[in-house]
């Protein structure tokens, strides 16, 4: 019997994988970033549609700092300002808002308007568009919007059966940004076999911050007993890194928000303990992870690297020119400030 079946694991044989990269994404940041310099611009309270990202430690940390979280424009006292979140929104929602007399703020990640952007011209060109995505989930919703009657949904390789179009000759795919790449592709395949003149998006939709995370968790997989990632359950990127794993062979997986959700009964056996988080995760949380495999003796961290990112994105032109004229700072603050300020619970 080996030690990662004992049911006891020495000492020797503890040790961390470490993905890289995980945690906050370029539109994450900016939308986040967007929050905080609201806050400090115009004073709290500050209104947003929606949960900023899918995280709940950012959620309640800006709650405590002011922001009011909103499920529709219509809970927005008149003439406030109103944050759009990350995943975007239907023009409908603009609409709304001009009507209630809101200011608005767009955090919407510029990947997922790139997406909003091919949807529109798809349609102007009376194409069907298959949007491959998760039914419910306010990216989809988003996206829709900007095309309904040319826009119909494929949740998954099982609904490519279902799936009706007017000219099999004119339809082409799209898709939410934070899906499974191989799971996509399967649903890709299918629905090629059913439309052979179906078009591919002409870019990738599935963004590269959702791809590196993948990539990563894949490299580690193998050779990893237990695989914690750190995100919410209503993450849909995150949740997709607990099932990456366990697809590329992981022997366990669980996706926790914070350390003292991890129970200790999970490391019995265990050799090799991966460590990831989702593109909403801020990186304290990981650390909340690692201090509570180090004190377990899971103090040997090696990191997995499976891609190098730079990419930031400047943010939206409205709270810009506010900062501006209010001779403030539009500097984004890739995840540390934000870390360090937030309490852990
Ligand atoms: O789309 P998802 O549920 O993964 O959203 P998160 O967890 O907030 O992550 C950021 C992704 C996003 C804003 C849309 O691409
Ligand atoms: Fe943008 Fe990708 Fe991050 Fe979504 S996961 S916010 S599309 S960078």
Partial sequence: MTAATAGTTDQATKRVLLAAPRGYCAGVDRAVVTVEKALELYGPPVYVRKEIVHNKHVVTTLEKRGAIFVEETDEVPEGATVIFSAHGVAPVVHEEAKSLGLKTIDATCPLVTKVHREAVRFASDDYDILLIGHEGHEEVIGTSGEAPEHITLVDGPDDVPNIEVRDPEKVVWLSQTTLSVDETMETVRRLRERFPALQDPPSDDIC?????????????????????????????????L???????????????DYADEIDESWLDGVSTVGVTSGASVPEILVRGVLDYLSERGY???????????????????EIRRDLKAAGMSDKMRHDGAFAEAGSLH
Avoid: C
């Avoid at 791809?211 to 968790?217: K, T």
């Avoid at 607990?242 to 997986?253: F, K, P, Q, S």
């Fill in 299 to 317: 103090d040997d961290v090696k990191p997995v690297i499976a891609a190098e990112e730079s990419l930031m994105f400047s943010l939206p032109n």
């Fill in 208 to 240: 590269y911050a959702t791809q590196n995370r993948q990539l990563a968790v894949k490299h580690m997989a193998p050779d990893t007993d237990l695989m914690i990632v750190v995100g919410s359950r209503n993450s849909s990127n995150s949740v997709r």
């Fill in 242 to 256: 607990v099932e990456v794993a366990l697809e590329h062979g992981a022997r366990a997986g669980h996706l926790v």
